[in-house]
DNA sequence: TCCATATGAAACCAAAAGGTATCTCTTATA
DNA sequence: TATAAGAGATACCTTTTGGTTTCATATGGA
C-alpha cells in the first residue's frame, strides 16, 4: 500500500520531478533517463524505486529492459488529497459569506 | 519564492500533515500545537518553518503570539501542478481513441 | 558459446533532516 | 517593576537521504 507521505516524499526532490517531466513525453529505460542527467546509473536507479514506492511510476519487462511510464494512481491520491483542502477553503469562504450576510440583516432591525 | 519541491518536501513528513490537519479545524499558536504532540517547542517550530517555507501556512501577530494558519497559495500551486498531469491523461486517452477509431476506419477500406 | 549490454543490489560516504537542550528576547500581568 | 508565559535561534546529536563504486544476474546477438 502506498502511504500519501510516501508520494509526496518522492515529489519533494528536483531530480524526482525532472524524471517525471521526462516521462510525461515518452516512457523511458533507466539507461535513456540516466543519458539525461549528470548521474551514476545507481543513483538514477535509487530515484526510480522511490518514485515506484510513491505510486508515480510503474515497470514493465521488454526482455533485458525495463520500460518505466507513469502512473496515474500516484497523481490521482495527489489530486484527492488537496481536493480535500479546496473543499475546506470553499467552507470557510461559505461560513464569511453567511456571516456578513446575518450582521447585514441585523442592520435592518 | 516558493519552489515546488520546498512545498512537497514539507508534505513528505507526517508530522507535518497532522499539522496541517489539526490547523484545517482552527488556527493555533506554536504552543496549541505542541500540546498535541509529544515533541519539543523547537521540534514543531522546525517543522512549521518548513510549512510556511513550502507556502502551506502563514503566520500573524497578536500580541506576543503568533498565530499559525493554512495559506491558500501552497495548496493551489499543487493543485495547479497536478492538474498538467491530468491534462497529459486526458491527451493521452484522446490519442488512444483517435488511433483505435482511425483502424476501425481502416478495417472498413 | 562468448561477450556486450541492460539491469539490480549491497557497501560505503558526505550532507541534510528530525529532534533535543539551552539561551535570549518580548509581552502580559500581579 | 518583577516575573511568568509565548516565542525564536543556535549548537549539538542521530538517522535518513542523495550519490558513488563495485559486484552479480539476465538477455540478445555474433
Known amino acids: 500500500m502506498v502511504q500519501i507521505t510516501d508520494t509526496f516524499k518522492a515529489l519533494g526532490d528536483p531530480t524526482r ?23 551514476t546509473r545507481a543513483g538514477v536507479k535509487k530515484h526510480m524505486n522511490l518514485l515506484q ?16 511510464s507513469l502512473n496515474p494512481e500516484g497523481f490521482k491520491t495527489v489530486s484527492e488529497w488537496v481536493r480535500y483542502y479546496d473543499q475546506f477553503w470553499d467552507d470557510k ?10 450582521e447585514t440583516s441585523n442592520d435592518k432591525q
Open 17 to 39: 520531478v525532472q524524471i517525471l517531466s521526462l516521462l510525461a513525453h515518452e516512457d523511458m529505460t533507466i539507461g535513456q533517463v540516466v543519458d539525461q542527467f549528470d548521474m
Open 53 to 68: 514506492k510513491g505510486g508515480l511510476i510503474r515497470v514493465r519487462a521488454n526482455g533485458r529492459e525495463r520500460i518505466n
Open 93 to 102: 469562504l461559505n461560513a464569511l459569506k453567511n456571516l456578513i450576510e446575518s
